[in-house]
């Protein structure tokens, strides 16, 4: 079955650190890739996606992620997170299943940012 | 534009009671889904409508859960009875071309709390 998994459950670094999550997918095809945030007492918003084309994408924020395929990865990066990007983010992977698209999403990780 | 609604935002019930959530996805957007997200997990579907019709409900248990979307716009989602187990965040979302790689759009959620 298809599966996320993000390794870090929590995370805390102070502020101007440097993030990297980590995300990997088990599915051999074609896959949408998504990262989600989720502010405290927000719901959740979309960060960033790939779907074709330039593997290194950009998002909102100063956000980006990397899609390397043949590690099933797609990690989330930023060179220096602020006290305001304490969240949890999500990946998620949307891939074709029995003629259709599934949405799966990995199990978050929780970002602590120190100011 | 207005977003995801949702209602209630806050349920508390006894277990073996009935319940019922709300959801208007936003304007035009004819795919909807809800999904389960328990503490510490990411959202899990429950169910997705291409407009009126369920066309992805593999995952909702049927025999205490219920769903419809009858003018292809709002939706309710129904348990009954509740399990102490149904304690969780039930998360409206909806995009605008479903069964592909589009983003999704989601609520603010439903906090159930059965005692």
């Known amino acids: 079955a298809q599966s996320v998994s993000q390794h870090n459950h929590h995370v805390i670094l102070s502020e101007a650190a440097s993030l990297e999550l980590g995300c990997n997918y088990s599915y051999g095809g074609t896959v949408n890739l998504f990262w989600y945030v989720q502010y405290p007492g927000q719901h959740l918003q979309l960060l960033l996606k790939?779907?074709?084309?330039?593997?290194l994408v950009k998002g909102i924020k100063g956000f980006e992620a990397e899609f390397i395929k043949s590690k099933f990865s797609f990690n989330l990066r930023k060179p220096s997170v602020q006290w305001s990007d304490t969240a949890e983010y999500f990946c998620a992977v949307n891939a074709p299943t029995s003629g259709t698209y599934k949405y799966i999403f990995g199990t978050g990780t929780r970002l602590k940012v120190l100011a | 534009e207005a977003g995801v609604v949702q209602s209630p935002r806050y349920k508390i019930i006894e277990k073996k009671q009935p319940v019922a959530f709300w959801c208007n996805p936003i304007?035009?957007?004819?795919?909807l889904y809800w999904y389960l997200q328990n503490l510490g997990q990411g959202p899990e579907l429950l169910i997705r409508y291409e407009n009126e019709e369920a066309v992805d409900d593999s995952q909702l248990p049927k025999d205490r859960f219920s769903a419809e979307r009858l003018k292809g716009v709002d939706s309710t989602l129904k348990i009954q009875p509740a399990e102490l187990g149904d304690s969780a965040v039930y998360l409206c979302?909806?995009?605008?071309?479903?069964?592909?790689?589009?983003?999704?759009?989601f609520g603010p959620g439903t906090r159930l709390t059965v005692l």
């Open positions: 790939y779907f074709s084309g330039d593997p």
């Open positions: 304007s035009g957007h004819n795919t």
């Open positions: 979302a909806s995009s605008l071309v479903g069964g592909g790689p589009g983003e999704q759009f």
